[in-house]
Structures are given as structure tokens and as C-alpha cells.
T-cell receptor
Framework: KQEVTQIPAALSVPEGENLVLNCSFT??????LQWFRQDPGKGLTSLLL?????REQTSGRLNASLDKSSGRSTLYIAASQPGDSATYLC??????????FGGGTRVLVKP | DAGITQSPRHKVTETGTPVTLRCHQT?????MYWYRQDPGHGLRLIHY???????DKGEVSDGYSVSRSKTEDFLLTLESATSSQTSVYFC????????????FGDGTRLSIL
């Protein structure tokens, strides 16, 4: 059974610092790895999707890497801003085309 | 986003009563999902649908049923609500290619007293 872990559960950084968020998964036979953002009281917003054949994906200040052999993905957010404060979740799509979610990392960017 | 509307957004009810949550999408996505989100457990799949009248169980399906009579609507029913079903429920849709993410509604906060 796929298990997805995100450590740490919470992170606080000063504005302007780069953010590094970690995601690990136990079964490397994934179709893709997805990163989402969740604001309080809201649903999940897709940030990046990395297919199993890709090593990384970029969108603006966001860059996500995928290393299937080690079961890890990392989300980098460059030059963090207070508006980046949110919970970030990763999810692995594997057998049965179902997503398994990590517990999320709650990020606070202090002005 | 993918035009997903969940209703109601908030509901408080009593143990033993039936509850139905609705998910409506305007994107004509074939796949629809119901998740619950709880502290310490993250998001867990309850049921999903891969077409009209085609549904299957997820990880935590006990106590829940679903129905999909139209492409755009996916209903989640708690036949006899229990306090353990107090949670935030999210609906998601997907166009089912490996290159496309799931799209989420804003959730329904359900409290069972």
C-alpha cells in the first residue's frame, strides 16, 4: 500500500527566503506526483504535476523535482512572499489511478 | 478552476439522521471523487465514479453511499450519520490522463452532534 509522508508538518521562514518542501513515497511505481496548495477553508489548487518519466517541472517561482528510485519529490519556492503562506500537499498517483496524499506542510512566510 | 460546486458548504446535524452532500461540475469530466479530510489523517478517498452509474469504493467507504445519475452530479449519502463522520468533505473531478491533475471543490464542513 502506497504511503506518502511530508516532513516537516510546519515551517516558518522570513520573506525572501527560498522554501524547500519534501515529499516521500513508499511505492516507486507511480504514474505521476502532484503538488497542491490549500488555503484555510478552501479546496486544493493544483500547482505542479510531474509525470513518472519526468525529473522536474517548473512554473514561475515554483520548481518540483521527482526521484522515483529514492521515492522522493521536492517542491522549491523561490523568494518566498507572505502570500505563499498556505498548506502544501503532495499526492502520488499509482495503481488503480488513485491519488494517495501526504499529510501536508503548513508554511508561514513572515514579512 | 474546473467549475466544481459543493453544497451545502456547512451543515450541522444530529447522530442518526441521513445526510446528502452534492457535487456539481460544469467541465464534463468523466471521473469524480469524494474525499474526507481529517487532522492527522490527511485526505482519504471515500468513493469515486468513472462514469454515469459507475461507482466504486475507496479507502474509507463504510457508512457512505454514492450515486451518479448524470455526468455533472455526484452525490454522497450518509444513511445514518455518526459523530465519527464529522469532517470536511471534498469533491474532485478529473479528465483522466496522466498529465492532468485533479480539480477540487471548496469543501463541505459537516458536524454531527
Amino acid at each position: 500500500k502506497q504511503e506518502v509522508t511530508q516532513i516537516p508538518a510546519a515551517l516558518s521562514v522570513p520573506e525572501g527566503e527560498n522554501l524547500v518542501l519534501n515529499c516521500s513515497f513508499t511505492d516507486s511505481a507511480i504514474y505521476n506526483l502532484q503538488w497542491f496548495r490549500q488555503d484555510p477553508g478552501k479546496g486544493l489548487t493544483s500547482l505542479l504535476l510531474i509525470q513518472s518519466s519526468q525529473r522536474e517541472q517548473t512554473s514561475g517561482r515554483l520548481n518540483a523535482s521527482l526521484d522515483k528510485s529514492s521515492g522522493r519529490s521536492t517542491l522549491y519556492i523561490a523568494a518566498s512572499q507572505p502570500g505563499d503562506s498556505a498548506t502544501y500537499l503532495c499526492a502520488a498517483k499509482a495503481a488503480g489511478n488513485k491519488l494517495t496524499f501526504g499529510g501536508g506542510t503548513r508554511v508561514l512566510v513572515k514579512p | 478552476d474546473a467549475g466544481i460546486t459543493q453544497s451545502p458548504r456547512h451543515k450541522v446535524t444530529e447522530t442518526g439522521t441521513p445526510v446528502t452532500l452534492r457535487c456539481h461540475q460544469t467541465e464534463n469530466h468523466r471521473y469524480m471523487y469524494w474525499y474526507r479530510q481529517d487532522p492527522g489523517h490527511g485526505l482519504r478517498l471515500i468513493h469515486y465514479s468513472y462514469g454515469v452509474k459507475d461507482t466504486d469504493k475507496g479507502e474509507v467507504s463504510d457508512g457512505y453511499s454514492v450515486s451518479r445519475s448524470k455526468t455533472e452530479d455526484f452525490l454522497l449519502t450518509l444513511e445514518s450519520a455518526t459523530s465519527s463522520q464529522t469532517s470536511v468533505y471534498f469533491c474532485a473531478t478529473e479528465n483522466r490522463t496522466v498529465a492532468e491533475p485533479q480539480h477540487f471543490g471548496d469543501g463541505t464542513r459537516l458536524s454531527i452532534l
